[in-house]
């Protein structure tokens, strides 16, 4: 059973910055991408960046490039994405996902068919 548990979402305010996490409940290098994506309300979900499990960002949405970095942790079973020069419209629930297979790390991670339960970030 594949769980994901996102932290670090909050309230901050426009031009801050924000460092989610996602701990997954096995062992990471098992999942061949791993990603974010973000959903506000009354939008459709939207993919923010993907990681391989070699570690290579392969995705990140044209909204958020040059303002997001996602990353692998130390340790093998945790996710980070850094958020900086946050605007109000980056205000969304931000769900950690993950896929096994290789061939989707190139892809949006809205289609990962693993995925949290979101962590709240509030740009105000």
């Known amino acids: 059973h594949v769980q994901l548990v996102e932290s670090g979402g909050g309230v901050v305010q426009p031009g801050g910055s924000l460092r989610l996490s996602c701990a997954a409940s096995?062992?990471?290098?098992?999942?061949?991408?791993m990603g974010w994506f973000r959903q506000a309300p009354g939008k459709e979900r939207e993919g923010v960046a993907a990681?391989?499990?070699?570690?290579?960002?392969?995705y990140y949405g044209d909204s958020v490039k040059g303002r997001v970095t996602i990353s692998r942790g130390n340790g093998k079973n945790t996710l980070s994405l850094q958020m900086s020069s946050l605007k109000p419209e980056d205000t969304a629930m931000y769900f950690c996902?993950?896929?096994?297979?290789?061939?989707?790390?190139?892809?949006?991670?809205?289609?990962?068919?693993?995925r949290g339960q979101g962590t709240q970030v509030t740009v105000s």
């Open positions: 990681i391989s499990s070699g570690g290579i960002a392969t």
């Open positions: 096995k062992y990471t290098a098992s999942y061949a991408c």
């Open positions: 996902a993950a896929d096994r297979n290789a061939y989707s790390c190139s892809g949006d991670p809205t289609n990962f068919p693993y």
